[in-house]
């Protein structure tokens, strides 16, 4: 099978690693890929927003299968175009990722479906902003509505702050605070058909003890063993089939990755959020667990044949990620500079550490930073405690001038006794 993936980042890079160690993957290209991926598959290039190039890519490489990760190609539709020249494609309409395009619709699927999420209000003027943050009151949730790489939502206790982030939206949902552990649950689906994938969870904040500005994500680990073992059964039940048939129901199938990021609290188990793809770093933890090889699964999910897909099997191991990112991360990151300890790590710690390339590029012989999240280095071991020691340790032996990570990924899970 000759696959394409589409995107750049870490979780292409991890999507890679897996495909390129599965047998039935035979030829294996990215686009436009980043300089780690280069070490696994083919690069070539690519505007990842525009379906007609992809497709033009997809038929010229004559892939079996094209896998489009990030949320802003599914959401400009380049998923459909695939689609529409007849080639498989793992990944939504751009009408079904509204689910992640959209905040108000992804409340309005919910509602429908019955699905739990915090009580919320679409707001577009002052008047309702005003409103609805006296509705709920401190802490404040401000969501701007539309995608904005997980730095469109502002909790604060700040209720100028609250309001000036609204004001700064066309249009926005106010919520209610969820309080409680954050796990999110991936599944893969074929618009009827739900196969959950392992729990993970992400650190959204940029420092260590949750302190700091909302990221794209810091860091993962998976299993969570803290968490009910009927998490999955509970959260397929009343989140994920519910919504998956909600969307189907309306004439506008999901297939592809569908994301849930919940909040468990004290009332129970709720959403947070939809993504439209595998959410990043918690893909790398996830896949880096996964037994049963990749290719086949997301080609029957872009076939419309995941009843036949025999069950997931999984790792016992525990995976952890630590992402680095650059100086100044989450604002403005300087990109450009040269990293360096990659080898050290190749040579020292893998097979059960390796680093993932999120923001990365090839300038000579050098690898210099190229984004904001830079790389995600990611171990496995026989548990969390283990995983971290070697994550940490393959994260000491790299050289990155001003960067930054967080030295408390999944630290309280494996202190538990
Ligand atoms: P989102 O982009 O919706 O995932 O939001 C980013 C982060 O903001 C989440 O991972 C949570 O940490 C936080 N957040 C979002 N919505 C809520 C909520 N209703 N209550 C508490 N925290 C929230
Ligand atoms: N880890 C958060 C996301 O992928 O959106």
Redesign the pocket.
């Known amino acids: 099978m000759k696959v394409l993936v589409i995107g750049g980042g870490a979780r292409e890079h991890a999507l890679c690693r897996s495909l390129s160690l599965d047998p039935d993957v035979s030829a294996l290209y990215c686009a436009p890929g980043n300089a780690g991926i280069s070490e696994v598959a083919e690069l070539r290039p690519v505007d990842a927003l525009d379906g007609d190039a992809v497709t033009a890519l997809a038929t010229e490489l004559g892939a079996d299968l094209v896998v489009v990760g990030p949320e802003a190609p599914l959401v400009a539709g380049v998923a459909d175009a695939v689609r529409a020249a007849g080639i498989p494609v793992f990944g939504p309409s751009g009408e079904a990722a509204q689910l992640e395009g959209s905040?108000a619709f992804a409340k309005d699927v919910m509602a429908a479906a019955g699905v739990p999420t915090?009580r919320s209000y679409v707001c577009t003027t002052p008047e309702e902003v005003d409103e609805a943050l006296d509705a709920f009151g401190a802490?404040y949730?401000v969501?701007d509505d539309g995608l904005?790489a997980?730095k469109?939502?502002v909790?604060t206790e700040d209720r100028a702050a609250a309001r000036a982030h609204a004001l700064g939206c066309d249009r926005v949902v106010i919520?209610?605070?969820?309080?409680g552990p954050?796990v999110s649950l991936f599944a893969i689906t074929d618009g009827v058909t739900v196969v959950p994938l392992q729990p993970a969870q992400?650190f959204?904040r940029a420092l260590d003890g949750d302190e700091g500005p909302?990221t794209g994500g810091m860091g993962a680990y998976s299993p969570l063993p803290w968490a009910d073992p009927k998490l999955v059964d509970e959260v397929m039940e009343l989140v994920l089939q519910p919504t998956v048939d909600e969307l189907r129901h309306r004439g506008t199938p999901f297939s592809g990755l569908l994301y849930a990021?919940l909040?468990i609290t004290g009332r129970g188990t709720r959403v947070?959020?939809f993504n439209a793809r595998f959410g990043d770093p918690e893909t790398q933890v996830v896949l880096a667990r996964l037994r049963t090889p990749l290719a086949g699964v997301l080609l029957n999910a872009a076939n419309g044949t995941l009843d036949v897909q025999p069950p997931l099997r999984w790792s016992e191991d525990a995976a952890v990620t630590v992402v680095i990112a650059s100086h100044n991360y989450p604002e403005t990151p300087r990109t450009g500079d040269v990293i360096e300890g990659l080898a050290e790590v190749a040579a020292e710690d893998a097979p059960e550490a390796y680093v993932l390339h999120a923001g990365t590029r090839r300038e000579g012989d050098s690898v210099v930073s190229a984004g904001g999240r830079v790389l995600s280095v990611t171990a496995t071991g026989s548990d969390l405690a283990q995983a971290r020691e070697k994550a940490y340790k393959a994260v000491a032996r790299i050289r990155l001038d001003g960067s930054q990570h967080r030295t408390d990924i999944a630290a309280k899970a494996a202190a538990r006794p």
């Not at 919520?175 to 309080?179: A, I, M, V």
């Open positions: 905040k915090a802490p949730v969501k904005a997980g469109g939502v909790v919520e209610e605070y969820l309080d954050e992400d959204k909302n990021g909040a947070i959020e």
